[in-house]
């Protein structure tokens, strides 16, 4: 724990938690293509002409985007079939280590945490719900219906997160694995640590921006607790 991340703890009154990653990894590779072809497929019966892009990327979220802006007439079709896509992927998601830990500490020193996520409520809510943590959550945040534009990076989801905290963007502080939660943390001007799987990511988050960069979300649990004794 670094004194850096301590100082930034105890300046933290609430949570914005990203879902896939520190929560849990919820779309392997193998996952994630899947759910990419089957919104492919729905674009290529609607007779979309695919980008070359779009055809080869292994990201389900790349095609939503992808209908929204060329093929608007399929996209609430595909956005169905990515939303359950995601929620059988959720039932099968287990926790990132730590994960559980770092709820419950946020809830035991009093730091209420709103989700925000580029998936959907739905499939978040399904995976807290099955691993017995929804009541550790004040509200789920997910990717807005039909309108994938204002996923992260647009703050729309991060001001909303605001909104229902009621709290000023310095109190808070936003954990994610992606650049764009670093993006977004710096457009809302929140605090932001970047949790990252790989030294690689690592290195990226630091570069976009992130006040701090952990590892482990244990580690992450343990500091929460050591930053309410701090207070």
Do not use: W
């Amino acid at each position: 724990m670094t004194d850096q991340l301590l100082a930034l703890l105890e300046q933290t009154t609430a949570v914005l938690l990203d879902f896939d990653g520190p929560v849990t990894p919820l779309l392997p590779p193998d996952r994630n293509v899947r759910l990419a072809d089957a919104a492919r497929a729905v674009l290529r019966e609607a007779g979309a002409e695919l980008s070359d892009s779009v055809s080869a990327t292994s990201d389900h979220l790349t095609v939503l985007r992808f209908a929204a802006s060329d093929v608007p007439a399929a996209l609430e079709s595909v956005e169905r079939v990515v939303v359950q896509g995601e929620v059988d992927a959720a039932r099968l998601a287990i926790p990132t280590p730590g994960a559980a830990d770092f709820l419950a500490a946020c809830h035991e020193t009093g730091r209420p945490v709103v989700v925000v996520s580029n998936n959907s409520a739905d499939a978040v809510d399904a995976f807290l719900r099955q691993h017995h943590l929804r009541d550790l959550v004040q509200e789920i945040l997910g990717r807005p219906y039909g309108d994938p534009s204002l996923m992260k990076p647009h703050p729309e989801l991060v001001r909303r997160a605001l909104a229902t905290l009621d709290r000023q963007p310095q109190s808070c502080v936003m954990i994610g694995d992606s650049i764009t939660d670093i993006q977004v943390s710096r457009a809302a001007d929140v605090h932001s640590i970047g949790y990252a799987k790989t030294p690689e990511r690592g290195t990226e988050l630091h570069r976009a921006g992130a006040d701090a960069v952990i590892t482990d979300m244990t580690a992450l649990a343990d500091a929460i607790h050591s930053s309410a004794v701090a207070d």
